[in-house]
């Protein structure tokens, strides 16, 4: 899938992904210690006018064992979750997808919620064709992300168990 709009320069410097970094642990701390009341919206880009829920996602990374915590916006899809691992329309995948991916069974805190039990699965082609315009409608940000690159953004369902 090729790229069919050019990326804002400067968009894959290191320092980008140093800032994303503690950006997300400084919006792990705060959620926590507020249980949601900061930090569970995302206002930037296109969340400036249309804020987006934040939710936790607890993960193992797949060749340390540490766990990691990172947030992301969700979609809610009847009792499911869905996330995606855009990582701004960079080239790879989020280290949190590998590691959900090598280890599905995890936990997410939301709103009220600290320690929801689901379970990761890449949602398939159909699904995702289904599941994509709710989620550029939510954020329409992940539009441009996908333009950005040529990789497919994987769309991740969180399903309870």
Same mark, same amino acid.
């Given at each position: 899938?090729?790229?069919? *709009?050019? *990326? ?5 410097? +290191?320092?980008?992904? /140093? ?22 919206? &995302? ?6 006018? *249309? ?35 855009? /990582?701004?329309?960079? +080239?790879?995948?989020? /280290? ?36 994509? +315009? ?11 992300? /996908?333009? &950005?690159?040529?990789?497919?953004? +994987? ?7």
């Amino acid at each position: 899938m090729p790229a069919t *709009k050019p *990326k804002p320069n400067g968009l894959d410097r +290191p320092i980008v992904a /140093q800032l994303i970094k503690y950006g997300a642990k400084a919006n792990v701390a705060v959620y926590r210690l507020t249980n949601g009341r900061v930090g569970a919206t &995302w206002r930037i880009g296109a969340g400036w006018r *249309k804020p987006v829920p934040v939710l936790l996602l607890d993960h193992v990374g797949r060749r340390s064992g540490r766990r990691f915590t990172t947030p992301l916006l969700y979609l809610a899809d009847g009792p499911d979750l869905v996330v995606v691992a855009s /990582q701004g329309g960079l +080239p790879r995948n989020p /280290q949190w997808f590998h590691n959900l991916v090598a280890s599905p069974e995890t936990t997410v805190a939301v709103p009220g919620e600290r320690d929801r039990a689901v379970r990761a699965r890449v949602a398939g082609p159909e699904e995702r064709a289904r599941l994509w +315009p709710r989620l550029v409608d939510l954020y329409a940000d992940f539009e441009s992300y /996908q333009a &950005w690159t040529d990789r497919e953004i +994987p769309v991740v369902v969180l399903e309870p168990r």
